[in-house]
């Protein structure tokens, strides 16, 4: 008998460490987790926590077994910079794997928006604009463009592919394109603020008087996204044409100033966008108050904003050419271009 007590005795002291070591196992592991989940919720710094948890760039999975092309490090281009100082890398053909880039983005299910403005006579050139944007920009991703226009029924019919949509939003006319040109960085604060915080990862904005003539897609996309202007990057900086007053708030000095980037094309992440287009407009703002008006407008903000805000990711003039400007020869291939616009047609009077 008392050797049988001891027997149950010691299966039950077993039993309790057992269970003793199993709960403290699964108690660590579900604190792990929610100490987890916690780090992904806090704000950092501009961003909220959902550009943590929802930042696509950092944690880039490709799907297993996928072949494609060997990189190298010693063989590349070498007619271009593909880096700036700063280590972002500058986008041109052939410094990146479109099918391997497309493959780890599809896993994310990420969705992209795209705002471009369409006031006056300017709508004449939406219906280039979103049939070539089908054909090329990120095709097979989702993608919702955001169309603002005082003329929403001449917004023309274009059948888009599943997952992409167009919204138009009615916005007042202007005879002044000052109005038009300062009221776009509101604008784009407000779309984010009101309706694609939460739904969009992140968000491109658009010159409309443009079309698409190659691959715009996943290579793309970055935390900043800057584009660099196609008429100055041979130039000596002294030559870009920012502000030069100091009483501006977009001014620039002598001496300052990485690149000459595009006000017609520019992106990122959602929350970085909105800091952008948020500053942006507050500066313009300031600067009307005070009766000076940036030599560029909304472009010389953008660049005192980048000088400042150094863009994750740089695209060359692949992706905003002109078309008037004949190809350089660095440039393999010309993926969106601005079209030649005939302004005494166009434009309101000013
Ligand atoms: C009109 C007159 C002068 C400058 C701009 C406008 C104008 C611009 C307009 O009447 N309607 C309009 O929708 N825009 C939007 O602002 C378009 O999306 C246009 O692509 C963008 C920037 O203006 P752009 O394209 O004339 O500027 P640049 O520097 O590309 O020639
Ligand atoms: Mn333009």
Not at 250 to 274: I, K, M, S, T
Request: charged share 20%.
């Amino acid at each position: 008998m008392p050797f049988l007590n001891c027997k149950i005795l010691s299966t039950i002291l077993m039993l309790t460490l057992i269970l003793g070591v199993l709960y403290c196992y699964i108690f660590q592991s579900y604190r792990v987790v929610v100490s987890f989940e916690k780090t992904e919720e806090t704000p950092v710094g501009s961003s909220s926590g959902k550009s943590l948890v929802r930042g696509h760039d950092f944690n880039l999975v490709a799907p297993n077994h996928l072949q494609y092309k060997q990189p190298s490090i010693i063989h590349g281009r070498t007619d271009v910079v593909t880096v700036t100082p700063w280590l972002a890398p500058v986008v041109w053909e052939g410094t990146f794997n479109p099918v391997l880039l497309d493959s780890i983005y599809k896993q994310k299910n990420i969705s992209i928006a795209v705002t471009v403005f369409a006031v006056g006579k300017y709508i004449m050139f939406l219906k280039n604009f979103l049939e070539t944007a089908e054909q090329h920009f990120f095709v097979g991703f989702k993608v919702h463009v955001y169309v603002f226009t005082d003329r929403p029924k001449e917004v023309p019919e274009v059948k888009m592919a599943a997952g992409r949509k167009l919204i138009v939003s009615s916005v007042p006319s202007s005879n002044r394109w000052q109005e038009i040109s300062a009221r776009r960085m509101e604008l784009i604060q407000i779309l984010i603020e009101e309706k694609l915080q939460n739904y969009t990862d992140y968000i491109f904005c658009l010159d409309v008087d443009s079309k698409f003539h190659g691959r715009w897609g996943t290579e793309s996309l970055g935390r900043l996204v800057a584009v660099i202007h196609p008429g100055y990057y041979r130039d000596d900086r002294s030559k870009f044409p920012y502000e030069r007053r100091p009483a501006s708030r977009a001014y620039v000095a002598p001496g300052e100033g990485d690149f000459y980037y595009c006000g017609g094309a520019f992106g990122g992440l959602l929350q970085e966008v909105h800091m952008l287009a948020k500053t942006c407009r507050s500066n313009f703002e300031a600067d009307a108050r005070e009766g000076i008006e940036a030599a560029w407008q909304e472009e010389s903000h953008l660049n005192s904003y980048m000088w400042v805000n150094k863009p994750s990711k740089v695209l060359s003039p692949e992706y905003l050419w002109q078309d008037f400007k004949a190809r350089n020869p660095e440039v393999h291939i010309i993926r969106f271009s601005g079209v030649v616009k005939n302004y005494a047609e166009i434009r309101p009077n000013v």
